[in-house]
C-alpha cells in the first residue's frame, strides 16, 4: 500500500517569508510525527498527534513554528517567518496506535532558507 | 531524559566485511529500542527493534541486534556487508509508557569499499 507522503520535497524560501509543508500518513494510523532534521544529525521531535489531538509539542523550537492535523489525517506544519536556522530536512512519520507500533517514516521535505 | 550515543560517526568496511555499528542508550528503564537506515535523499526505514523477549533481534537485510541491558547497549551487526549497505545509520530509543516520541542518535554513515 501507500506510504507516507510528504509534500513539497523541496522548499527554498526567503528569510521571514512563511511556508507550509503537507504530510499524507498511511490511511487509518491514529499516530503522526513530526521531526527535525538538520544537517549531519539524528532527526528531534517536534511534535505529535492522536488523531487530530496534539498531545505533545514539546520540541517546537519557537512560537513561530504550528502544526495541525484538523481532521485525524493529513497534517501541515507551518513556519512563520522563516530563519536561516530553519533550514533542515523535516520528516513526517506515523504510526498505527501503540506506543510499540513501529513508526513509519515518509521521505521528508528539505527546507532552505536563504 | 533519555538519550542516545552512537559514538562512530563515520565507518568504511570492505565488502564482504563483517560489520558492529555501536549504539548506547540511556533511560530509566527499559526502552523500546530501534534501528532505522537512511540513504541519501529517502526517509528512515526501519531494519529492526526491540521490545521485549529474546535479547537477539533479526531484522532484513541480514541485520541483526543485541540487547544487552548490563551495558546499556543495542549495537547492530551484519555478518557480511554488500555494497548497497552503504548508508546512514540510526540507533533511537522509544519510551514504553508516557511520551511516544522517539530520540535517535547522531548516526553512522557507513561507506563500503569494492
Given at each position: 500500500g501507500a506510504g507516507v507522503s510528504q509534500s513539497p520535497r523541496y522548499k527554498v524560501a526567503k528569510r521571514g517569508q512563511d511556508v507550509a509543508l503537507r504530510c499524507d500518513p498511511i490511511?487509518?494510523?491514529v499516530s503522526l510525527f513530526w521531526y527535525q532534521q538538520a544537517l549531519g544529525q539524528g532527526p528531534e521531535f517536534l511534535t505529535y498527534f492522536q488523531n487530530e489531538a496534539q498531545?505533545?509539542?514539546?520540541?517546537?523550537?519557537?512560537?513561530?513554528f504550528f502544526a495541525e492535523r484538523p481532521e485525524g489525517s493529513v497534517s501541515t506544519l507551518k513556519i512563520q517567518?522563516?530563519?536561516?536556522?530553519?533550514s533542515a530536512v523535516y520528516l513526517c512519520a506515523s504510526s498505527p496506535?501503540?506506543?510499540?507500533d513501529e513508526q513509519y517514516f515518509g521521505p521528508g521535505t528539505r527546507l532552505t532558507v536563504t | 531524559a533519555q538519550s542516545v550515543t552512537q559514538p562512530d560517526i563515520h565507518i568504511t568496511v570492505s565488502e564482504g566485511a563483517s560489520l558492529e555499528l555501536r549504539c548506547n542508550y540511556s533511560y530509566g528503564a527499559t526502552p523500546y529500542l530501534f534501528w532505522y537506515v537512511q540513504s541519501p535523499g529517502q526517509g528512515l526505514q526501519l531494519l529492526l527493534k526491540y521490545f521485549?523477549?529474546?535479547?537477539l533481534v533479526q531484522g532484513i537485510k541480514g541485520f541483526e541486534a543485541e540487547f544487552k541491558r548490563s551495558q546499556s547497549s543495542f549495537n547492530l551487526r551484519k555478518p557480511s556487508v554488500h555494497w548497497s549497505d552503504a548508508a546512514e545509520y540510526f540507533c533511537a530509543v522509544g519510551a514504553?509508557?508516557?511520551?511516544r516520541a522517539l530520540t535517535f542518535g547522531s548516526g553512522t554513515r557507513l561507506q563500503v569499499q569494492p
Amino acid at each position: 500500500g501507500a506510504g507516507v507522503s510528504q509534500s513539497p520535497r523541496y522548499k527554498v524560501a526567503k528569510r521571514g517569508q512563511d511556508v507550509a509543508l503537507r504530510c499524507d500518513p498511511i490511511s487509518g494510523h491514529v499516530s503522526l510525527f513530526w521531526y527535525q532534521q538538520a544537517l549531519g544529525q539524528g532527526p528531534e521531535f517536534l511534535t505529535y498527534f492522536q488523531n487530530e489531538a496534539q498531545l505533545d509539542k514539546s520540541g517546537l523550537p519557537s512560537d513561530r513554528f504550528f502544526a495541525e492535523r484538523p481532521e485525524g489525517s493529513v497534517s501541515t506544519l507551518k513556519i512563520q517567518r522563516t530563519q536561516q536556522e530553519d533550514s533542515a530536512v523535516y520528516l513526517c512519520a506515523s504510526s498505527p496506535r501503540r506506543p510499540r507500533d513501529e513508526q513509519y517514516f515518509g521521505p521528508g521535505t528539505r527546507l532552505t532558507v536563504t | 531524559a533519555q538519550s542516545v550515543t552512537q559514538p562512530d560517526i563515520h565507518i568504511t568496511v570492505s565488502e564482504g566485511a563483517s560489520l558492529e555499528l555501536r549504539c548506547n542508550y540511556s533511560y530509566g528503564a527499559t526502552p523500546y529500542l530501534f534501528w532505522y537506515v537512511q540513504s541519501p535523499g529517502q526517509g528512515l526505514q526501519l531494519l529492526l527493534k526491540y521490545f521485549s523477549g529474546d535479547t537477539l533481534v533479526q531484522g532484513i537485510k541480514g541485520f541483526e541486534a543485541e540487547f544487552k541491558r548490563s551495558q546499556s547497549s543495542f549495537n547492530l551487526r551484519k555478518p557480511s556487508v554488500h555494497w548497497s549497505d552503504a548508508a546512514e545509520y540510526f540507533c533511537a530509543v522509544g519510551a514504553r509508557t508516557g511520551r511516544r516520541a522517539l530520540t535517535f542518535g547522531s548516526g553512522t554513515r557507513l561507506q563500503v569499499q569494492p
